[in-house]
């Protein structure tokens, strides 16, 4: 079948996070500019991830950890990317394979990707939502303490568009 030769699926999916590769090697290599800044949210129980045991423990899921100003040594490779981050004021180190991302926002530009289940769900953000990916934990901008990050239910949600709404039925 002429539908099997073509995993378009697989296609976008790889084209999207090559677009958060790609903006992290930049940031590697000449560091961040104006307010960007990142929430980056991956499985932590997908293949290749390396972390502490006690922040696998404690988010044995999905974490979100941003990228802003309590981050150093960020290493881009072609399959994951290596950062030390702060966590309740301890430097640690993470290795993340980019096919564990879940979520890549820079809030900054209301720019935002979100994959699930290993394929590409949606484009960018539109509209005023520049709330994180809701993460069970984020190290935060101050002294690197962890700070909760849950939807705020009065806040009315950006709209996320979908591949499929492109695509005919």
Known sequence: MASDRFRYDQYVDDALRGVARRVLRDVGQHGLTGTHHFYISFRTSHAGVEMPDYLRARYPEEITVVLQHQFWGLEVEEEKFTV????????????????????????????GLQFEDGKAEAGTTSGPDTRPPSGPETPGPGGGKPEAKAADKTEPAGKVVTLDAFRKK
């Open 84 to 111: 030390t981050v702060s966590f309740n004021r301890q430097n640690e180190r993470l290795v993340v394979p980019f096919a564990a991302l879940t979520a890549f926002v820079d809030p900054s530009v209301r720019f």
